[in-house]
């Protein structure tokens, strides 16, 4: 894969990088970001003079058995003007080239319950042959770690095989990191959640009924009365920390209940989740603050306001000096995972090289022909 002239600028920057010693890079974070245009990791280490050292696209992700990247790809896109496709969640390790089979769902238009217009029958048996695609998905990554994942799903029929056009549907959920079996948010919460779960649900029943819309909807929906609280739900950052949002959708994607609920979450899902120096103490220091997150040794703060990312040194309850900054618009944190110690050197040579080979992107094909 030919690299563009920002990745090879990267590439170089990240191999001169190498030498790095635990004196000035004692810790260095994985980012993974969520953008606008698609998936990628950010790679910051304790450095003054160039603490971003790389910008790699997708996310990628130190699994125990090697490095792995994960993203999405659309596929069977449709010719509406909302241009609609479905996503395909994709994860390979990183110098292998995920293989995408497009298989899409195609209809003849003559068995839509649809009339057909036109202007002959020759002309209209034509277009009864035709074959459109109904459906559409698209795929959000929410948060990722070595050994697990949260994704979300919207799904819906396109206008040209729904009569009456706009119905979608979401779902949320948290499995493993290959798999698809889906674990409640009891699993991973280091309290009871049953009784506060109710109760932050009731409360976003009571703001959504502000909506014209979903107010018939909510009026019908009472907390007290699901069989489970937390089926639906995935982590999301939140004043420093990973806090578990949960999902109740309320009859279509367009009335859902997302309230984020105050429950700590297990470290075997989250990994280092220790915010140092504390909320109450950044939050004073940094004008906007809306997350931080802090290194184990506690020697490196990365902190996000509206519009950037800013990276500080730090030493124990102390914020640093800024070292570090750059825009992060419209933009949502996915994964954080930290290396410290002699770890960063090695992430650094091992992304570096990465960066030089040229990390593939998904490639899409067709479905093998029936023989």
Known sequence: ?????????????????????????????LVGVAAPSGYET??????????????????LIPRAEGWWR???VPICSTEGPEGQAMDVLWRARADSTPVISEI?????????????????????DALAKEFVRCSWGRIEIK???PEYLAVGESSGQTEECEPRGGRWYQSYYVSRFNG?????????????VDSIG????????????????????????????LLEVGAAWYPSREQGRWMPVLMEELGTGDCQLLPVVDVALAVALTGHDSLRPPWDVLVKQHKGLV????SPRGDLVIARTGDSLFVHLASGAKLGRRIGALPFVEREIVMIQWATGRNVARWNQEIAAMIRRGLPDPKVVPPPKDP
């Open 42 to 59: 950010l790679w910051i280490v304790r450095d003054a003079a160039r603490p971003v050292h790389a910008t790699i696209p997708g996310l």
């Open 143 to 145: 948060f990722v770690s």
């Open 198 to 225: 109710r109760l932050a649900l009731a409360r976003a029943a009571t703001e959504l009924t502000k909506d014209e819309m979903c107010t018939r909807i909510v009026d019908g929906f009472n907390a007290k009365e």
């Open 180 to 192: 698809d079996s889906a674990f409640a948010l009891s699993r991973f919460a280091e309290t009871p």
């Open 291 to 294: 997350d931080a997150f802090t």
């Open 1 to 29: 894969m030919r690299m563009s002239p920002r990745l090879l600028l990267l590439a170089v920057t990240a191999a001169v990088g190498v030498h790095l010693s635990s004196a000035n890079a004692q810790s260095g974070v």
């Open 104 to 124: 899409c769902h195609e209809i003849p238009r003559g068995e839509l319950p649809l009339p057909i217009y036109a202007e002959d029958s020759v002309a209209r």
């Open 70 to 72: 994960m993203g999405t």
